[in-house]
């Protein structure tokens, strides 16, 4: 095969110039990671989560190392809605990538407030629907926890805006397939999955939890295992295109969850610890598509097959 293999994605008519792209909240949301990272170069940029007005997120301390990975309640804190308008689009939209914005409400009308205008800004290519953040404590902002409530926030937010929406489900969330299957139904185009697991950490000198918050979100190499096991159910019973996120640090285990089913993949704490992930595991994706003469990244997307070598029973789209 002597060109490069194509990479692209297309999703609801949205072509992605390649699956690679970044977890919110673990890339900022204007220049942090430009000194490493051509933002140009992937195929999506996604904010950290805004809310409509500002927040001052949890107390210090809130991130701690555990082993294969780590624990966060950064609380969502962000400058709010005006702030990202103002400041952060213009930034962003010079880069020659997708700009996915993620968001978050305490109910369903502040969605509908910040997609409102958000619909408005052409930069945008898609609203990601944070429905899953599981470090909040204090009652300025809660999650959806119940299949009825993510599906009338989904619906409400389809009807608002003809942006693709992808919505960010958590294993925390009880019934996550109710959740998953009736997220599709009120018009989701795509399913990031997943958020963080909640874990906690103690300090046995002090006999104190190490984060304020006492359980924070775990990430990293630690809950690959189980991120894509998820990506793996819902590509079985959903026809819906999966964003793999959770502990993808190298481009082998990108192939995984695009072998799983997955369009596209997102680094996320790998991030911190290479800020150029994002990146190798790009570059991994088509070495490896052309080590083996794989023309196109669709033709491989879903291709798991069983213990026998039969290939596994999937949902998944063409496109």
Same mark, same amino acid.
């Given at each position: 095969?002597?060109?490069?293999?194509?990479?692209?994605?297309? $999703?609801?008519?949205?072509?992605?110039? /390649?699956?690679?792209?970044?977890? *919110?909240?673990?890339?900022? @949301? +204007?220049? #942090? =990671?430009?000194?490493?990272?051509?933002?140009?170069?992937?195929?999506?940029?996604?904010?950290?989560?805004?809310?409509?007005?500002?927040?001052?997120?949890?107390?210090?301390?809130?991130?701690?190392?555990?082993?294969?990975?780590?624990?966060?309640?950064?609380?969502?804190?962000?400058?709010?809605?005006?702030?990202?308008?103002?400041?952060? $689009?213009?930034?962003?939209?010079?880069? /020659?990538?997708?700009?996915?914005? *993620?968001?978050?409400?305490? @109910? +369903?009308? #502040? =969605?509908?407030?910040?997609?409102?205008?958000?619909?408005?800004?052409?930069?945008?290519?898609?609203?990601?629907?944070?429905?899953?953040?599981?470090?909040?404590?204090?009652?300025?902002?809660?999650?959806?926890?119940?299949?009825?409530?993510?599906?009338?926030?989904?619906?409400?937010?389809?009807?608002?805006?003809?942006?693709?929406?992808?919505?960010?489900?958590?294993?925390?969330?009880?019934?996550?397939?109710?959740?998953?299957?009736?997220?599709?139904?009120?018009?989701?185009?795509?399913?990031?999955?997943?958020?963080?697991?909640?874990?906690?950490?103690?300090?046995?000198?002090?006999?104190?939890?190490?984060?304020?918050?006492?359980?924070?979100?775990?990430?990293?190499?630690?809950?690959?295992?189980?991120?894509?096991?998820?990506?793996?159910?819902?590509?079985?019973?959903?026809?819906?295109?999966?964003?793999?996120?959770?502990?993808?640090?190298?481009?082998?285990?990108?192939?995984?969850?695009?072998?799983?089913?997955?369009?596209?993949?997102?680094?996320?704490?790998?991030?911190?610890?290479?800020?150029?992930?994002?990146?190798?595991?790009?570059?991994?994706?088509?070495?490896?598509?052309?080590?083996?003469?794989?023309?196109?990244?669709?033709?491989?997307?879903?291709?798991?097959?069983?213990?026998?070598?039969?290939?596994?029973?999937?949902?998944?789209?063409?496109?």
């Amino acid at each position: 095969m002597s060109l490069k293999p194509d990479l692209s994605v297309t $999703i609801r008519g949205i072509t992605f110039k /390649n699956p690679v792209t970044v977890a *919110s909240g673990t890339f900022g @949301n +204007t220049d #942090e =990671f430009e000194p490493y990272v051509n933002f140009s170069r992937l195929g999506a940029f996604v904010t950290k989560t805004i809310t409509l007005r500002p927040r001052v997120g949890n107390p210090m301390p809130r991130i701690v190392e555990t082993p294969s990975g780590m624990l966060n309640a950064i609380g969502l804190e962000n400058k709010g809605l005006e702030d990202y308008v103002e400041n952060k $689009i213009p930034y962003l939209a010079k880069f /020659n990538t997708r700009l996915i914005t *993620s968001i978050a409400s305490s @109910n +369903t009308q #502040e =969605f509908l407030d910040m997609v409102k205008v958000l619909d408005r800004q052409a930069a945008i290519s898609a609203i990601e629907l944070n429905l899953s953040c599981p470090n909040i404590r204090d009652q300025g902002i809660r999650f959806a926890q119940h299949a009825q409530e993510v599906g009338d926030i989904v619906k409400a937010v389809r009807g608002a805006t003809a942006k693709l929406i992808f919505t960010k489900l958590s294993p925390e969330m009880a019934n996550f397939m109710d959740i998953a299957e009736i997220s599709v139904k009120s018009g989701t185009d795509a399913l990031s999955v997943i958020n963080t697991i909640k874990g906690m950490s103690v300090d046995i000198h002090r006999r104190v939890p190490r984060i304020s918050n006492v359980t924070g979100g775990l990430s990293g190499p630690a809950i690959r295992p189980i991120a894509l096991r998820y990506v793996y159910e819902v590509k079985r019973n959903l026809d819906i295109p999966v964003i793999g996120m959770g502990g993808i640090s190298t481009w082998q285990d990108a192939m995984e969850f695009i072998i799983t089913g997955a369009h596209m993949v997102a680094t996320g704490t790998s991030n911190f610890v290479n800020p150029r992930a994002s990146l190798d595991v790009l570059e991994g994706i088509e070495r490896y598509l052309t080590e083996k003469k794989i023309e196109s990244i669709q033709s491989i997307r879903g291709t798991l097959k069983d213990a026998y070598g039969k290939k596994e029973k999937s949902s998944c789209s063409p496109s």
